[in-house]
């Protein structure tokens, strides 16, 4: 157990791995087999295109997370997995949020989109798309705050992470 009590902390796992078809299905089954639920799953090609990072956030237990990672670094085609959950690193997490406003909430809704330093990235007669990056809670209150609208959706991209300074992600 943690030292707040709570034995499901999300954790923030960067995985490195050959750009190959099937890699993400064995990685995601190493996480079922430990009963360890994914949250958040975002890839993207590397630099050169022959790998890709997995940023992968997920809740379970703590020695649950141990055995994943070290299954994880077992397979094949991948480079290496870190936890950065108690790392130095930069995370963040963009949403966009759609939301039907008449034309007499916009002045609100547009002065929360400018406190959380969101942009809008679209607008018609009826409805406002916004954009919010940042770290996960700052989307996550964002969208608490326009809540008493309208929202029609909501997408979000899950968590990116990258090491600070000389450290590897």
Not at 23 to 34: D, S, T
Not at 56 to 84: M, R, T, W, Y
Not at 110 to 127: C, G, M, P, R, Y
Request: charged share 25%.
């Amino acid at each position: 157990m943690t030292a707040n009590g709570n034995n499901n902390d999300t954790h923030t796992l960067s995985v490195y791995v050959a750009n190959k078809p099937g890699v993400l299905a064995r990685i995601a089954q190493v996480f079922a087999r430990r009963g360890y639920n994914i949250d958040s799953l975002v890839v993207s090609s590397a630099m050169d295109g022959q790998y890709s990072r997995m940023t992968i956030a997920g809740k379970g237990d703590p020695e649950s997370l141990e055995q994943v990672i070290q299954a994880v670094n077992k397979l094949v085609d991948v480079i290496h997995c870190f936890d950065h959950t108690f790392e130095n690193v930069v995370v963040r997490e963009l949403a966009l949020i759609k939301l039907k406003v008449e034309s007499d909430q916009r002045t609100e809704v547009l002065q929360i989109v400018e406190h959380f330093a969101a942009k809008t990235v679209d607008l018609t007669e009826s409805s406002i798309t916004v954009m919010a990056t940042g770290a996960s809670d700052k989307v996550d209150a964002m969208i608490e705050m326009i809540k008493k609208y309208d929202v029609v959706e909501v997408v979000r991209t899950g968590k990116v992470v990258m090491a600070r300074g000389d450290e590897v992600t």
